[in-house]
């Protein structure tokens, strides 16, 4: 723990154990009087006799401020004990802007911050999932509060429903400075390894001017999640040319892809703002509990001759973009009961596949060149060219 009394802190962290001290002691900062951007803590803050105790802060002076920070664990003290900061300057916590806490059971935390016990931070979170979707609303096609003001893929990364977010440091970033665009060069990444199944793996500005090309030499095809920040321009290709299996998450907010095999997603697939997303003649499959296909509108994506769309899931009221031309499409839900429905008004020059326990609503007319095919029960509702 550091005290701060000018100056910035920002994309830092401080994980595990137990912070212990006296007045004013926080899990990353004690007193601040500068800036504080883009960090979290996730540890027990433990001062049990002291006053001026937070999870991330023990207290910001009248220059001080906080702005897309969170904080975790358990927070104890006497007096002024905050889950984010303990003791703020300004009037009702202002000096906090689009932070979160997770409100835990331990500790006595008066409020989320100490002096201003009913003054609440923008995204309060009972676990990791309200966290989620609460920091990263954009990404759900929701907005329940601020925390979508977050950069995820520039600034931050998340995993679904698994953990809370991270800094994208942390993961395997980009650089594309080892010789050649190889992912199997180990070189060209911040880390200096190649990733793997366990690994995030990140492009944003830090990569610009470097193509890159996923190719199986050594690498094994699997990556835990994949985040593109809008930071990583359209001039920018990434190139496609083995298997790519992704246990989690694939974001997309820049940068050119252009897939050459078949990318097995399990969590969501985004594609939103300046991001393009061109197919092969392949299948891009979208298959989880909590999957969920997410694309701005047309022209984010371009589904080629004989390509194939997959989507199942167990997420419902899930909205394709109208107007999009598919090839081939199945849509399809996980569990065998229960129903999943699908928003659709498209044309699919290919063939059209809807699965058991699924319904289809056709939100415009949907035009389909090749078979249609019913395989179980489900229903159309709506126009229809079929």
Known sequence: MMSLPAGLIKNSYHTGGTVSGRNYTGGLVGMLNGSLENSYAAATVSAAAYSNIGGLAGGVGAAGSVTNCYATGSVTGSTNVGRLIGSDSKADGASQTNCGVFKTSGGNPSGDIGNYPEALVDNRA???????????????????????????????????????????????????????????????????????????????????????????????????????????????AITQAADLTIDYDYYQAGGAFSEGASINIAGMFSVTGTATFV???????????????????????????????????????????????????????????GTTVYNIGSTVNGNWTIDANTTVNMTADVTVAGESKNNGHKRHIGNSGL
């Not at 003001?149 to 991270?166: H, M």
């Not at 970033?173 to 180990?186: D, F, R, Y």
């Not at 994949?226 to 359209?234: D, H, K, L, Q, R």
Request: one cysteine or more.
């Open 126 to 236: 009972d676990g990791v999932n309200q966290f989620y979707s609460m920091t990263y609303g954009v990404y759900q096609e929701s907005s329940p509060g601020e925390g979508d003001q977050w950069d995820f893929g520039n600034v931050w990364v998340i995993r679904n429903g698994i953990e809370y977010p991270t800094l994208y440091w942390q993961h395997h970033v980009w650089l594309g400075t080892g010789g050649g665009n190889n992912w199997s060069t180990a070189a060209n990444w911040s880390k200096g390894t190649v990733p793997g199944a366990n690994d995030i793996v990140v492009f944003n500005a830090d990569g610009n001017g470097h193509d890159s090309h996923i190719e199986g030499s050594v690498f094994a095809g699997t990556v835990d999640c994949v985040f593109i920040g809008s930071g990583y321009t359209n001039a920018n």
């Open 279 to 337: 197919s092969g003649a392949n299948t891009v499959t979208v298959e989880g509990a909590s999957a969920k296909y997410i694309v701005d509108g047309v022209g984010n994506v371009t589904w080629s001759t004989d390509s194939t769309l997959k989507i199942i899931s167990d997420v419902t009221g899930q909205t394709l973009p109208s107007g999009e031309t598919y090839y081939n499409i199945e849509l399809g839900r996980v569990s065998g009961t």
